[in-house]
């Protein structure tokens, strides 16, 4: 029989697991397949790293890459990774099998932990054939749940969540157990979450919002996280409308369908909504900017300032506005507790003051590395400052973002997005000769991308078709949305594509 003998556990040393057993009763999940309690959690994510282990003493950092829908399997192994003494690589329910086969294979997963929604794709994945695969019930049923689980040091690597970048594919960045509590108890400090919070995760789990800002913050405090699925408009204003939540966090693409569900409801119901609006005690916006017509049609509508913070992968958040005190609508407020912020010039030097620069972080909150990449993680550092490629200005006390160094970083509902990742894929389309992808300004999404390509001699191509191509390639928020097919891309003297010329394509 794999596993330990049934002597129960010693108090855990990751301080997350620890906290939860000084909430024990208290519920922790409400999720699609019931509501559990922090013992529950407690019991469940024992099993689970129990299964893992199959009798080693501790998986010393080996990733174990999970697939579950939000909901209560996700979290028990995210748990259970992390007790076994994992690093857990959180896979995205929306991707297709191209783009998680490059996660586990460049995350060099020893362990893929999938739930049996996704059968019939995970078995196709030449990665997790190579991998041990377990489904996600043989390890939450297991019935020896205690064996003696590992003393995991705070100082080692806990997380992997893969993030796009200016050079290349996606790369891991690798948080540690300390990261993780610094990024989180930053947030409970400045945002003043307790026992008695309630909130609705109605965010994608392969990412540090819904993961760090939503469901660990959670947990921390000891309070209620209620998982929705899918983000669905109507749903979710329904659950806002019932009096028993306390706390709401999304990008702004979600609070624009949110108000286009508003605007489309009935005027009773539309009343209804407000009014639960109404009993939450913070609804916070991030992931991308807010514009301020969202900023303002939402105050009208639910009585919310909603406060805007500015956070990155790699840093966790580092700005946030004010909890109590004035939120200006276009700033993302001042440094979070315990994080370092500057603003600096193309040399590196600090910026004059009202001067816009690169925003660098400095911090507990501040990621290891890039996973196997140590000279993308040693360019992304100056002096011991994270180099983030976000512009800002400092304006009366409170930071303003400008906008990224980079044309090729697209942001899409909320995703980042590498331009020149998508133009790798396009280029093997057989059609294609080359191609030039570009984020242009959208009023839902924030930008929306577009594709300019040079065909091949003789052929055509319609969008329809290259979305059809594209989605079996590429996760769904990062397929274009426009094409234009062109004689020649533009391009400058010295032969580039000028991004700026063909973003005016689209207009
Ligand atoms: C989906 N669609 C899109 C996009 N995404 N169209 C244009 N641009 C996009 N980006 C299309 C789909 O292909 C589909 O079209 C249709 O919209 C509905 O798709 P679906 O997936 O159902 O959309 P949705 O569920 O309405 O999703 C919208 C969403 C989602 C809920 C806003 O994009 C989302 O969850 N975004 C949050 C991302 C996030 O958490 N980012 C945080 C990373 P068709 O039917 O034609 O196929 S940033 C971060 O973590 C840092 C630390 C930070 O600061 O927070
Ligand atoms: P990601 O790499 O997916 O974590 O996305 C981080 C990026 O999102 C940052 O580098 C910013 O460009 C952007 N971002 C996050 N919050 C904000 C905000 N409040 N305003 C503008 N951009 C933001």
Same mark, same amino acid.
């Given at each position: 029989?794999?596993?330990?003998?049934?002597?129960?556990?010693?108090?855990?040393?990751?301080?997350?697991?620890?906290?939860?057993?000084?909430?024990?009763?208290?519920?922790?999940?409400?999720?699609?397949?019931?509501?559990?309690?922090?013992?529950?959690?407690?019991?469940?994510?024992?099993r689970? !790293?129990?299964? =893992?282990?199959?009798?080693?003493?501790? =998986?010393?950092?080996?990733?174990?890459?999970?697939?579950?829908?939000?909901?209560?399997?996700?979290?028990?192994?995210?748990?259970?990774?992390?007790?076994?003494?994992?690093?857990?690589?959180?896979?995205?329910?929306?991707?297709?099998?191209?783009?998680?086969?490059?996660?586990?294979?460049? !995350?060099?997963?020893?362990?893929?932990l999938?739930?049996?929604?996704?059968?019939?794709?995970?078995?196709? /994945?030449?990665? !997790?054939?190579?991998?041990?695969?377990?489904?996600?019930?043989?390890?939450?049923?297991?019935?020896?749940?205690?064996?003696?689980?590992?003393?995991?040091?705070?100082?080692?690597?806990a997380?992997? #969540?893969?993030?796009?970048?200016?050079?290349?594919?996606?790369?891991?960045?690798?948080?540690?157990?300390?990261?993780?509590?610094?990024?989180?108890?930053?947030?409970?400090?400045?945002?003043?979450?307790?026992?008695?919070?309630?909130?609705?995760?109605?965010?994608?789990?392969?990412?540090?919002?819904?993961?760090?800002?939503?469901?660990?913050?959670?947990?921390?405090?000891?309070?209620?996280?209620?998982?929705?699925?899918?983000? $669905?408009?109507?749903?979710?204003?329904?659950?806002?409308?019932?009096?028993?939540?306390? =706390? &709401?966090?999304?990008?702004?693409?979600i609070y624009?369908?949110?108000?286009?569900?508003?605007?489309?409801?009935?005027?009773?119901?539309?009343?209804?909504?407000?009014?639960?609006?109404?009993?939450l005690?913070?609804?916070?916006?991030?992931?991308?900017?807010?514009?301020i017509?969202?900023?303002?049609?939402?105050?009208?509508?639910s009585?919310?300032?909603?406060?805007?913070?500015?956070?990155?992968?790699?840093?966790?958040?580092?700005?946030?506005?004010?909890?109590?005190?004035?939120?200006?609508?276009? &700033? #993302?407020?001042?440094?979070?507790?315990?994080?370092?912020?500057?603003?600096v010039?193309?040399q590196?030097?600090?910026?004059?003051?009202?001067?816009?620069?690169?925003?660098?972080?400095?911090?507990?909150?501040?990621?290891?590395?890039?996973?196997?990449?140590? $000279?993308?993680?040693?360019?992304?550092?100056?002096?011991?400052? &994270?180099?983030?490629? $976000?512009?800002? #200005?400092?304006?009366?006390?409170?930071?303003?973002?400008?906008?990224?160094?980079?044309?090729?970083?697209?942001?899409?509902?909320?995703?980042?997005?590498?331009?020149?990742?998508?133009?790798?894929?396009?280029?093997?389309?057989?059609?294609?000769?080359?191609? !030039?992808?570009?984020?242009?300004?959208?009023?839902?999404?924030g930008?929306?991308?577009?594709?300019?390509?040079?065909?091949?001699? $003789?052929?055509?191509?319609? /969008?329809?078709? /290259?979305?059809?191509?594209?989605?079996?390639?590429?996760?769904?928020?990062?397929?274009?949305?426009?094409?234009?097919?062109v004689?020649? =891309?533009?391009?400058?003297?010295?032969?580039?594509?000028?991004?700026p010329?063909?973003?005016?394509?689209?207009?």
């Amino acid at each position: 029989m794999p596993g330990g003998s049934e002597v129960p556990p010693l108090p855990s040393s990751l301080p997350l697991v620890a906290r939860a057993e000084a909430h024990d009763d208290r519920t922790a999940i409400v999720a699609p397949e019931g509501t559990f309690t922090y013992r529950d959690l407690l019991d469940a994510s024992a099993r689970v !790293a129990a299964c =893992l282990l199959d009798g080693r003493p501790d =998986l010393g950092e080996s990733r174990v890459a999970f697939l579950a829908p939000a909901g209560w399997h996700y979290v028990a192994a995210q748990w259970g990774i992390w007790r076994a003494g994992g690093i857990a690589v959180p896979l995205a329910t929306s991707h297709p099998p191209a783009e998680l086969e490059y996660v586990i294979r460049d !995350a060099d997963a020893e362990i893929v932990l999938a739930h049996p929604d996704f059968a019939e794709m995970v078995r196709g /994945l030449d990665g !997790a054939k190579r991998a041990r695969l377990i489904w996600t019930p043989q390890a939450l049923e297991r019935t020896t749940p205690h064996s003696p689980l590992p003393a995991v040091e705070e100082g080692r690597r806990a997380m992997m #969540v893969y993030t796009s970048g200016t050079t290349g594919r996606p790369k891991g960045v690798v948080t540690t157990h300390a990261n993780l509590r610094a990024q989180v108890t930053s947030l409970i400090a400045a945002w003043e979450w307790t026992v008695g919070d309630a909130i609705l995760l109605v965010l994608p789990l392969h990412h540090v919002h819904g993961i760090v800002n939503v469901l660990a913050c959670a947990l921390w405090a000891g309070a209620r996280c209620e998982m929705l699925a899918k983000f $669905d408009g109507p749903r979710v204003w329904g659950r806002l409308a019932d009096d028993d939540l306390t =706390l &709401f966090m999304a990008v702004p693409t979600i609070y624009n369908k949110l108000i286009a569900a508003w605007e489309a409801a009935p005027p009773e119901r539309q009343r209804a909504y407000a009014a639960g609006c109404a009993r939450l005690r913070l609804m916070v916006s991030g992931s991308a900017a807010l514009p301020i017509r969202t900023l303002e049609r939402w105050q009208a509508i639910s009585g919310h300032v909603l406060l805007e913070r500015y956070g990155m992968t790699e840093i966790g958040m580092a700005l946030s506005n004010p909890l109590r005190g004035e939120r200006r609508p276009g &700033f #993302v407020g001042t440094p979070l507790p315990g994080v370092e912020v500057r603003l600096v010039d193309e040399q590196g030097r600090p910026a004059q003051p009202g001067t816009p620069g690169e925003i660098e972080v400095r911090g507990p909150n501040v990621f290891l590395e890039y996973w196997r990449r140590p $000279d993308a993680t040693a360019q992304a550092f100056r002096d011991g400052w &994270f180099r983030t490629g $976000d512009m800002a #200005v400092l304006e009366q006390g409170a930071y303003r973002i400008l906008g990224r160094t980079s044309v090729d970083i697209i942001k899409s509902g909320g995703y980042k997005i590498s331009a020149l990742e998508i133009e790798d894929v396009l280029r093997a389309h057989p059609a294609i000769a080359e191609c !030039a992808v570009v984020g242009v300004e959208d009023a839902e999404w924030g930008e929306r991308i577009c594709a300019a390509v040079e065909l091949r001699d $003789d052929v055509t191509l319609a /969008l329809e078709e /290259l979305q059809r191509w594209a989605k079996q390639r590429l996760a769904p928020y990062k397929v274009p949305r426009a094409l234009r097919c062109v004689a020649a =891309l533009p391009r400058n003297a010295m032969g580039k594509v000028t991004k700026p010329e063909v973003a005016r394509l689209f207009r």
